[in-house]
């Protein structure tokens, strides 16, 4: 994971949510697949006390489905938010833009200040999330924290690949970017440009050998002010 981990992850869950000692809410989402619709999800920022503020780690989160990367945004979205458009390559040239935006979740948003935690293994869903943060322009309230993301701002293309290993081949299933994606301005996102944080707190090895979270620390003494 490359940050000291707060739990044992759990086999077939794809997010972790508590309530920290100061009152803070955490939640850690490890990927974007099936957290849609789920009503934990929903629970969590419904009981999450606005005066202390919620803590999104996103650090290495692997992407997923977009719909789940909208379904969490949708909390804290207060009207439609257009995060990026992107345009699916066809023979010869690219197809009609398609927009990525958000709605506000119908019922439950939440109000008080957010820290997002990233790092250069958080991909695909989680650039998008990220980029939608950073585009919203509040920084007093919605806030990143951590290393510049992983910047694969696209829509991945599977493609198997034969790989010989003497008598035993194997095949390889490659992720390719299958679409050119622009943020809400119009400008082109760059593969491998990821989106750079408010606030770099870079993770060390001592750090990491102590089991000291300083992405975490940073991120709890900014909501605490």
């Known amino acids: 994971f490359g940050f000291p981990m707060r739990y044992a992850p759990q086999a077939g869950t794809t997010f972790h949510a508590e309530t920290l000692l100061n009152g803070v809410g955490y939640l850690h989402v490890r990927s974007f697949m099936g957290i849609e619709g789920v009503a934990a999800i929903s629970q969590f920022f419904s009981a999450a006390n606005p005066q202390k503020g919620i803590v999104l780690d996103l ?5 997923g489905y977009l719909t789940d990367m909208q379904a969490l945004l949708s909390f804290l979205v207060s009207q439609s938010t257009v995060i990026a458009s992107c345009e699916e390559k066809v023979p010869g040239t690219f197809g009609t833009p398609t ?13 008080g200040k957010v820290a997002v935690l990233t790092n250069r293994r958080t991909k695909s869903g989680g650039d998008f999330f990220a980029l939608a943060i950073k585009q919203k322009g509040e920084p007093n309230r919605l806030r990143l924290f951590g290393a510049p993301t992983a ?6 293309l599977p493609m198997s690949v034969s790989v010989p290993f003497g ?22 996102l760059s593969p491998g440009d990821g989106v750079v944080p408010d606030e770099q707190v870079p993770q060390t090895l001592a750090s990491l ?6 992405v975490l620390e940073r991120a709890l003494t900014w909501l605490a002010q």
């Open 167 to 188: 008598a035993h081949p194997d095949t390889w299933t490659v992720l390719a970017p299958a679409a050119r994606c622009r943020n809400n301005q119009g400008a082109l």
């Open 209 to 214: 050998s102590s089991g000291t979270d300083i």
């Open 99 to 111: 927009r990525v935006d958000v709605a506000p979740h119908p019922s439950v948003r939440f109000s």
């Open 151 to 156: 910047g694969a701002l696209s829509i991945p």
């Open 59 to 63: 650090r290495s989160n692997t992407g």
